[in-house]
């Protein structure tokens, strides 16, 4: 009998997620996940508190075989450049899991070894949509992914049962419409929009920080309070009568100058304009992959924002297959597919052979 018990980490700029992953004989028994905020940039060394806690809180007295890494947060401006972050990184993941074999994910959908890892830093930058691939594509032959969380949206497609990525640096995935970066929460409201209609005009925006995509989805009922799962830009409540009151900001006016109704026609205005953001990429992408794909097309939707707006976009792109990754992966793991994606892949290493479940 073989069994093996990993940990998977997807360490980003704001938030940190872990998934533990125990197989026996190439099936898996259990899943549990964890997520925390954690804005790395203010306090680049308190990573290794959370990655200690999210193991303990997943895999508590678990004895790992292994503990598989993902990152983005090496693009924080924590870090002067990417090699800094990476290896940063890599050395709290060191500290707290020093007896783990650690192998990180690279953006060729492989596993290195730290030393492999730190030898080539760019090759495992950003590499956590790789994953998320990786897994969608041992299930689903040919489809676009995308895979939206709270601060970007990764396109991913999949022909005939493997990745096809253009790009693999994040410059490269937003120059061919692989990365939006525009997400569920942490998304400046004036970067989806440099305009909006309101009273019978159109205004300009302020430049500031006053509201985000999250104030936006939680006014209009997309996301609830609890999913609301970072800072607000005025650092104040995650209430509808508190994202109304940022919203209204973004032309510079208020809750007396504005009515309910019109900061809600503004919040929906801006919602239309990120699903176009989003669909924007899409097209960029099916364009470039549709001539290698046969039959019908699915959309496979994940991410917090799977729903409101993976699926919007790419019903607006013309889908009418749509999947969603819960119904794909047992566990209600859509919102951290990127790190059930790292877990599966290394327990699947590990026992040699690509894991299933049972349904």
Known sequence: MTLVAVLGLDIGGANTKAAFVRTEDGFVKDIRTGSEYFPVWKDPDGLGTV????????GASVTFDGVGVTMTA???????????????????????????????????GGLRSLAEARAEPLK???????????LVSQLVKNCVVLDVGSTSTSII?????????????????????????SGSLRTNVTA????IPVKGDVSRVSSELFATSGDVHLILGNISSDDFTVETADGKGKTRAAALAR??????????MLSEREIVQIARYVYERQ?????????????????????????VVTGLGKNFLAKKAAEKVGFTM??????????????????VGVAFMLASKLEGRIVEWKR
């Open 192 to 195: 989806i929009v440099k305009t």
């Open 275 to 299: 699903i176009e953001q989003v669909a924007d990429g899409l097209r960029q992408v099916y364009e470039r992959v549709k001539r290698n794909m046969k039959g019908e097309v699915a959309a």
């Open 247 to 256: 919203l209204a900001r973004v032309v510079c006016a208020d809750i007396e």
């Open 322 to 339: 749509m999947m969603d990754f819960d119904d794909l992966v047992p566990g209600n793991v859509a919102k951290v597919s990127t790190v």
């Open 157 to 181: 497609p999949i022909v005939n049962g493997a990745v096809s990525a253009a790009g693999k640096t994040d410059l490269e995935k937003l120059i061919n419409g692989e990365l939006v970066y």
């Open 51 to 58: 990655l200690s806690g999210l193991a303990a809180k997943v």
């Open 124 to 134: 495992v930058a950003a590499a956590n949509w790789a994953a998320t691939g990786w």
């Open 74 to 108: 090496e693009l924080s401006d924590a870090y002067q450049t990417k090699r800094e972050g990476v290896n940063h990184i890599l050395t709290q993941v060191a500290r707290v899991f020093p007896e783990a074999a650690i192998y990180v994910l690279d953006v060729d």
